[in-house]
């Protein structure tokens, strides 16, 4: 029973290219959360969001987009892919509630070429 | 704005001797804390948190973390290391604004035979 489920776990793609990474929870929970981790494993949070309220971290490129069909499910869209982007990207949802621990996805490995 | 800085990136350390991972937190309003873990090729792995109450948290796989307040650090420790510790930790807090957490650069314990 995967709490919190990426797919796919490894996505290795041209620079120009457009690519999607899926998220799902089965905890119920409210929020959920994109991660960037890079290359000297600091961890950076991109998206946070609920069904209310779609927080940004202003330094995200807009190439990348959250999408979310409904509370269970926050998909990443990146477009016109470039170097820098190579990365883990982790998936994480919690309960609304501030201090509420966050619940991680074993993440996504995206390699630029 | 808030900050974490976790003071060392690595801490070698010999199996069954005990380590003290550090962190210090900077944040102009009150904080939750928290203590993760990453294994290879992993996503992260809560370990305890502290919201309020007693400064002495306990966690899993025997760590324990003690928030102090004036010195605002949130130190973890464990008084016996086994090989199985050896992964990343973090340290990470947040401020109820949106839940989304705010990363140490992370520290790689090594556990030696």
């Known amino acids: 029973d995967t709490a919190v489920s990426q797919t796919p776990k490894y996505l290795v793609t041209q620079m120009g290219n457009d690519k999607s990474i899926k998220c799902e929870q089965n905890l119920g929970h409210d929020t959920m959360y994109w991660y960037k981790q890079d290359s000297k494993k600091f961890l950076k949070i991109m998206f946070s969001y609920n069904n209310k309220e779609l927080i940004i971290n202003e330094t995200v490129p807009n190439r990348f987009s959250p999408k979310s069909p409904d509370k269970a499910h926050l998909n990443l869209h990146i477009n016109s892919l470039e170097l820098g982007d190579s990365a883990v990207y982790f998936c994480?949802?919690?309960?609304?509630?501030?201090?509420?621990?966050?619940?991680f996805g074993d993440g996504t490995r995206l390699s630029i070429l | 704005a808030q900050s974490v800085t976790q003071l060392d990136s690595q801490v070698p350390v010999f199996e069954e001797a005990p380590v003290e991972l550090r962190c210090n937190y900077s944040s102009s309003v009150s904080v939750y804390l928290f203590w993760y873990v990453q294994y290879p090729n992993q996503g992260l792995q809560l370990l305890l948190k502290y919201l309020s109450g007693s400064t002495l948290v306990k966690g899993i796989n025997g760590f324990e973390a003690e928030f102090n307040k004036s010195q605002t650090s949130f130190h973890l420790r464990k008084p016996s290391v086994h090989i199985s510790d050896t992964a990343e930790y973090f340290c990470?807090?947040?401020?109820?604004?949106?839940?989304?957490?705010?990363f140490g650069g992370g520290t790689r314990l090594m556990v030696k035979p």
């Open positions: 994480a949802s919690s309960q609304e509630a501030g201090g509420q621990p966050q619940h």
């Open positions: 990470a807090v947040n401020n109820n604004a949106g839940n989304m957490l705010t």
